[in-house]
């Protein structure tokens, strides 16, 4: 049976994991807060093919998401299952990146096949090195404090990478560019992507995998599909993914619209979404600390209907409230910080639960599925943005009408909050807590003595 570790890691080992996750953020947030307003107001395709592209592409991605975990729980190296991906897969997504964010001289239907194929292309690799990193956290420890603690580190890297990138990127666009918008947004994806390869290659030298799979487990990919279909808490945790990603996401993606359009001060956006990341660091960083004291499921309900109530009352917010507008999303970033922590740590938790119960582990196919669900979510939000958009008739670059103004609006408040609001009755329905998970590592430790 798999080892479980209950000895603390090292703190060089600790940083050297979580430190990887600003490397994937150099992506993840380019694409979040970015790439649709890169595809309409730089690429040069209207909103509506671009929204759609997005989400066709994200579906397609979603479904390779538990084949790389099918393939990454059947790899066998001297290094491990899952932290050799993190130095084949670096270069190839750093090309991708680039390619994705370069405008080619194309017509409107050339340009369009280009954004689909450079934008899957980029979305397959990163999935082909984040799945295997997202496994590895289940495999260094079998502690479930442990796994809060590297989990609610990585976080606290994510968003201090979250922050740098949406702090930074206008100005290197700006920079590298001299004027020229396409080249600076292809120069720029190049130096994230060169940054995150060497922070990858950081976290595979000094991480190490210690718990494995029994000798003699034979199950097959359907296999272990089934054994999550009947793994009740991780089904929980697959949902409020998807809605807690949509909630983000509706969020993210407009807040650019949000400052150009509505507010009429589109510089603040390098100011107002790293406060978001700064506040949601803070609150990673004290997810340990929250789980010693709170159950993560009470503490994830908690935390969902305070960000319900914040994203509510933005609606609320007048265009020239901005000290307000940079309270709530402080407060929310706070809020939410602790999510992907407690989500992430709780993931491992399901994969210890499948074995306990059906004898069988499949760490990277538990991680992949869940990812699955967040790409499904993000896909849903920019379907929704694009459909919004569309029939409130906006038009890049020029004056919105008072139904686009509106529009914008809600996708900033009531709309994620009636998300939030989901993600919390979703809640109800998960049954692994403190009790059990002790009960379920005392069991499977005696069946490795046995």
Same mark, same amino acid.
């Given at each position: 049976?798999a080892?479980?570790?209950?000895s ?11 430190i990887?996750?600003?490397?994937f953020n150099?992506?993840?947030?380019n ?24 989400f066709l ?16 729980d !059947?790899?066998?190296t ?11 897969m670096?270069?190839p ?17 050339g340009?369009l096949?280009?954004a ?5 292309l ?11 990193y997202?496994?590895?956290s ?5 502690d ?15 968003f ?8 930074a990127?206008?100005c290197?666009v700006?920079?590298l560019?001299a004027g ?9 994806m ?5 940054a995150?390869?060497?922070l990858?290659?950081?976290?595979f030298v000094?991480? !190490? ?9 034979q ?6 599909i !089934? ?17 807690i990603?949509?909630?983000i ?16 001060r ?12 700064v506040?949601?660091?803070?609150g ?7 789980t010693?004291?709170v ?10 209907s305070v ?20 309270a ?11 999510k ?6 709780m ?9 306990w119960r059906?004898?069988?582990?499949a760490t ?17 939000a ?43 009755g ?17 069991e499977?430790a ?5």
């Amino acid at each position: 049976m798999a080892i479980v570790l209950t000895s603390p890691l090292s703190w060089r080992e600790k940083f050297s994991y979580g430190i990887a996750d600003m490397g994937f953020n150099f992506y993840w947030t380019n694409i979040a807060t970015f790439l649709l307003f890169f595809y309409t107001d730089v690429f040069g395709i209207s909103a509506a093919a671009a929204a759609s592209m997005l989400f066709l592409i994200k579906i397609v991605n979603a479904f390779t998401d538990p084949l790389i975990g099918a393939l990454a729980d !059947r790899t066998k190296t001297r290094y491990g299952k899952f932290r050799p991906y993190l130095v084949w897969m670096a270069v190839p997504l750093a090309a991708a990146a680039v390619l994705t964010y370069t405008t080619p001289n194309l017509g409107h239907d050339g340009k369009l096949a280009w954004a689909y194929g450079s934008y899957l292309l980029m979305m397959v690799c990163y999935t082909g090195t984040n799945i295997p990193y997202n496994a590895l956290s289940g495999v260094m420890s079998g502690d479930p404090q442990e796994r809060s603690t590297i989990n609610g580190l990585r976080f606290i890297f994510a968003f201090a990478g979250s922050t740098l990138v949406t702090a930074a990127t206008p100005c290197m666009v700006r920079l590298l560019g001299a004027g020229d918008d396409k080249h600076g947004w292809q120069l720029t994806m190049l130096a994230w992507g060169m940054a995150a390869t060497a922070l990858f290659v950081l976290t595979f030298v000094n991480t !190490r995998e210690r718990i494995a799979p029994p000798a003699t487990q034979q199950s097959k990919v359907a296999q272990d599909i !089934r054994d999550l279909a009947q793994n009740r808490p991780w089904i929980v945790l697959f949902f409020l993914a998807l809605i807690i990603m949509i909630s983000i996401t509706l969020r993210t993606s407009t807040a650019a619209y949000y400052f150009k359009y509505y507010v009429g001060r589109p510089a603040l956006l390098a100011s107002f979404v790293p406060a978001y990341m700064v506040a949601a660091a803070a609150g990673a960083s004290l997810t340990p600390l929250m789980t010693r004291f709170v159950d993560k499921k009470l503490l994830l309900m908690i935390l969902m209907s305070v960000t319900a109530i914040l994203s509510g009352a933005f609606f609320f917010v007048d265009k020239e409230q901005v000290a307000l507008m940079y309270a709530l999303q402080i407060a929310l970033g706070f809020v939410l910080g602790p999510k992907s922590p407690l989500a992430f740590s709780m993931y491992a938790d399901t994969a210890d639960y499948n074995e306990w119960r059906t004898g069988r582990r499949a760490t990277a196919m538990t991680f992949a599925a869940a990812t699955f669900s967040q790409k499904l979510g993000t896909a849903l939000a920019v379907a929704v943005i694009g459909a919004l958009f569309t029939t409130l008739g906006y038009v890049p670059n020029a004056a919105q009408s008072s139904g686009s103004q509106a529009g914008i609006v809600w996708l900033m408040s009531l709309i994620p909050a009636f998300f939030a609001l989901l993600a919390v009755g979703v809640m109800f329905f998960y049954n692994l807590d403190k009790q059990l998970l002790v009960r379920i590592q005392s069991e499977l430790a005696a069946r490795k003595g046995a």
